[in-house]
T-cell receptor
Framework: DAGVTQSPTHLIKTRGQQVTLRCSPKSGHDTVSWYQQALGQGPQFIFQYYEEEERQRGNFPDRFSGHQFPNYSSELNVNALLLGDSALYLC????????????FGNGTRLTVT | RKEVEQDPGPFNVPEGATVAFNCTYSNSASQSFFWYRQDCRKEPKLLMS???SGNEDGRFTAQLNRASQYISLLIRDSKLSDSATYLC????????????FGPGTRLSVLP
């Protein structure tokens, strides 16, 4: 039973560039959320996708966008990268029950130079 | 005020010690509660869900006080392998609501 998988594991980009991160949810999960975690802080919610639609969004600018595909996999896109976007980006999936916990992938460590 | 607050830490304790972490949340409508542990530069992993009546899983005990909007995690007989950051997480009742993470409390268990 495959867990949540993310790619790539590490990425180095330059300011102003664009990046796409990918995520495949755990088998049987249909809801995908993305989180940004800066060093020494807890994960911050970016947005959540369910049935290919963005259902909820955290306090992130429009430079952050996403997509969910019919197979429930998801992408996170960040445009016009800033130095402050350097962080660990975590994808998490969960089942439909309201109290189902989040299951995280290994994350993508993005460094913007 | 942040939605979820935790003891700032770090906690440095000897092997075998008992350690308690505290967490408070501001949204009284929160309905689901969890503790996650996160090892350095790794993803958070579910440690345990927290139920209204309190629950125990081996050396770990979680308590919830809805009136005070307070969650706790007790670790007994600490092991070196318990060294990690412990994240308190709360969620509202509706399916679309997101999980809100606290900043985490770092624990170092010393030999």
């Amino acid at each position: 039973d495959a867990g949540v998988t993310q790619s790539p594991t590490h990425l180095i980009k330059t300011r102003g560039q664009q990046v796409t991160l990918r995520c495949s949810p755990k088998s049987g999960h249909d809801t995908v959320s993305w989180y940004q975690q800066a060093l020494g802080q807890g994960p911050q919610f970016i947005f959540q996708y369910y049935e290919e639609e963005e259902r909820q969004r955290g306090n992130f600018p429009d430079r952050f966008s996403g997509h969910q595909f019919p197979n429930y996999s998801s992408e996170l896109n960040v445009n016009a990268l800033l130095l402050g976007d350097s962080a660990l980006y975590l994808c998490a999936s969960r089942g439909f029950s309201y109290n189902s916990p989040l299951h995280f992938g290994n994350g993508t460590r993005l460094t913007v130079t | 005020r942040k939605e979820v607050e935790q003891d700032p830490g770090p906690f440095n304790v000897p092997e075998g010690a008992t350690v308690a972490f505290n967490c408070t949340y501001s949204n009284s409508a929160s309905q689901s509660f969890f503790w996650y542990r996160q090892d350095c530069r790794k993803e958070p992993k579910l440690l345990m869900s927290v139920y209204s009546s309190g629950n125990e899983d081996g050396r770990f005990t979680a308590q919830l006080n809805r009136a005070s909007q307070y969650i706790s995690l007790l670790i007994r007989d600490s092991k070196l392998s318990d060294s990690a950051t412990y994240l308190c997480v709360v969620k509202g009742a509706l399916n679309g609501q997101n999980f809100v993470f606290g900043p985490g409390t770092r624990l170092s268990v010393l030999p």
